[in-house]
């Protein structure tokens, strides 16, 4: 089978799975269904599923299968698979009995070093904590940003299609299959979760898509698709507001693997911009980074500095503006 023919049946294949398995989920009867309840830090009123990962990883496991088409899977797609395949198990159990952070961070750590390991990529050994523990914020950081309709399912449409047309200009036929399968399962996913969600991605599906954008990222990175760069500024919208966040709160003293409402897509939606338009707003922001580092690709070192450099700037001035717009929020809640 042709590659372009391959990668359109994957999309079309994962996008449905992901979808049927998702309205499956959402059906109370279902055993899936698994309610998340509101409390002080959620954004949601109405107890609401939180298995539409389940669907999400179905689709990717059926894009999965169009590598073995191609002839063989490459090691670090079909490891990626592998590791994004034991984290979905873990965080469904977590999804539905809540374990403890010390035995997620294990257990994340573990993939993303057998991950590493196993994938084959020459690079110097001094490099490999810092990638392994990329991966496990890369796994965390979609689980961080997965607090409000359309977000992460967006945020994973946007990303892996992005790096599925640059694997593709690149002559990566399965990379590409893989990311844009990926993708449509997003997709599927977001048919019920954008506002208002009849059902959230929960652990189940956020933690190994963002174990799936870094690994895909390396993998890509490893076989000359794109510089590292490349992913990071696709996936810039979450990997900026969480650490930024993150890195404030540890300035400020607080336990940062607590739930907590001050990512800035939360202060948006707290603002009044609603679920809506903060989605939306995300999406302006993804699909311009990922835009910005497709044009950036074949162009020479100095001018991809200033695109990366002018997206970043674009993104910390927002981030700014939420913040001051806040503090008037919290200066006019204390004085009525």
């Known amino acids: 089978m042709a590659p372009d023919v391959l990668l359109v049946s994957v999309v079309v294949l994962a996008f449905g799975l992901a979808w049927g398995v998702t309205r499956s989920c959402c059906r109370p009867g279902s055993w899936l269904h698994f309610l998340d309840m509101p409390n002080e830090r959620s954004l949601h009123a109405t107890p609401t599923p939180r298995t539409g990962g389940v669907g999400v990883m179905v689709g990717v496991l059926a894009a999965g299968g169009g590598l073995a088409v191609l002839g063989s899977p490459g090691r670090p797609e079909g490891l990626a698979l592998l590791g994004a395949g034991l984290l979905a198990g873990l965080g469904l159990v977590d999804d539905r009995r809540s374990l403890s952070a010390r035995l997620r961070l294990l257990a994340q750590l573990a993939v993303a ?10 690079l110097p050994g001094w490099t490999w904590p810092l990638l392994g523990l990329g991966l496990v914020w890369m796994s965390n950081l979609y689980n961080f940003m997965d607090g409000a309709d359309g977000l992460a399912g967006g945020m994973a449409l946007f990303g892996f299609a992005f790096l599925a047309v640059a694997a593709r200009l690149a002559g990566e036929a399965g990379l590409a299959t893989l990311a844009a399968g990926v993708a449509a399962a997003a997709a599927g996913f977001l048919c019920f979760n954008l ?5 959230f991605m929960g652990d189940v599906g956020s933690v190994p898509l963002g174990f799936l954008a870094g690994a895909l ?6 076989r000359g698709a794109w510089p590292l760069w490349f992913p990071l500024l696709v996936f810039a919208p979450f990997i900026l507001d969480a650490s930024v966040t993150l890195a404030k709160r540890a300035l400020r003293g607080e336990k940062v693997w607590q739930a907590h409402r001050s990512h800035y897509y939360q202060r948006l939606v707290r603002l009044g911009l609603g679920h809506r338009k903060t989605a939306w707003l995300a999406y302006a922001l993804m699909a311009g980074a990922g835009g910005f580092g497709l ?3 074949p162009l020479g070192f100095s001018l991809q500095c200033i695109i990366i450099t002018m997206t970043v700037l674009v993104h910390l001035l927002l981030g700014y503006r939420i913040d001051r717009a806040w503090r008037r929020h919290e200066a006019r809640s204390l004085k009525s």
């Open 195 to 199: 506002h208002p969600a009849r059902i």
């Open 295 to 297: 044009l950036a690709l």
């Open 113 to 122: 070093g057998l991950f590493l390991a196993a994938a084959g990529f020459e």
């Open 217 to 222: 990222g390396l993998a890509g990175w490893s």
